[in-house]
């Protein structure tokens, strides 16, 4: 069972902006566990988009940034493309019995 | 280039045994901590455990101690997940990942940097 929340599904037209949250808890993101965020195309295995809350990898365009406060977590994309149609999860590490390291629930995005 | 690189896809009936592997190449395999991340049908991402292929130290997630085994062979840079006994309910893609570390905020942080491009596990009857 995931204890970091995202919403199941967010949708926008190409060109706009969506934001993704992913929620924690005191043992994990409000901890001061970083939040880092991945990015999973259909039918292919997940691949790193951000790390450190809002560093992005080398290659990873800069249409794509994460925030951190408190809790919760952001990431937003912006000028939203077609190729941007994925599943997006967060993921901290937790000081629980939960497990170490914890994934979001998962968000897929589409574009309209 | 850093690569992980998974063993085929396989198929198996409830109650065999199985053992599926991650070889790491393009990288200094034992300075790096190796996960497993299991993903069911439609489902999200669930990690299951860790190993430090330096000395075999090896973590499991509450939801998998038991369950499954990890184990590495460092001579052929290799990590290991393996069943002794399957369910349908293993019926899942299985990822092995590389797991970085930072000192931030306090605390040492944790994230995946590479990903293996998972395994296929079907248990039917």
């Known amino acids: 069972q995931s204890v970091l929340t995202q919403p199941p599904s967010v949708s926008g037209a190409p060109g706009q902006r969506v934001t993704i949250s992913c929620t924690g808890s005191?043992?994990?993101?409000?901890?001061?566990?970083?939040v880092h965020w991945y990015q999973q195309l259909p039918g292919t295995a997940p691949k790193l988009l951000i790390y450190?809350?809002?560093n992005r990898p080398s290659g990873v365009p800069d249409r794509f940034s994460g925030s951190k406060s408190g809790t919760s977590a952001s990431l937003a994309i912006t000028g939203l493309q077609a190729e941007d149609e994925a599943d997006y999860y967060c993921?901290?590490?937790?000081?629980?019995?939960?497990?170490?390291?914890?994934f979001g629930t998962g968000t897929k995005v589409t574009v309209l | 280039e850093v690569q992980l690189v998974q063993s085929g896809a396989e198929v198996k009936k409830p109650g065999e045994s199985l053992k599926i592997s991650c070889k790491g190449s393009g990288y200094s395999f034992t300075s790096y901590w190796i996960g497993w991340v299991r993903q069911m049908p439609g489902k999200g991402l669930e990690w299951m455990g860790i190993?430090?292929?330096?000395?075999?130290?090896?973590r499991y997630s509450p939801s998998f101690q038991g369950q499954v085994t990890i184990s590495a062979d460092k001579s052929i840079s290799t990590a290991y997940l393996q069943w002794s006994s399957l369910k349908a309910s293993d019926t899942a893609m299985y990822y092995c990942?590389?797991?970085?570390?930072?000192?931030?905020?306090?605390?040492?942080?944790?994230?995946?940097?590479?990903w293996g491009q998972g395994t296929l596990v079907t248990v039917s009857s």
């Open positions: 005191s043992s994990n993101i409000g901890a001061g566990y970083d």
């Open positions: 190993i430090y292929p330096g000395d075999s130290d090896t």
């Open positions: 993921q901290s590490y937790d000081s629980s019995l939960s497990g170490l390291y914890v």
């Open positions: 450190g809350n809002s």
């Open positions: 990942v590389r797991r970085v570390y930072y000192y931030g905020s306090g605390s040492y942080q944790y994230y995946f940097d590479y």
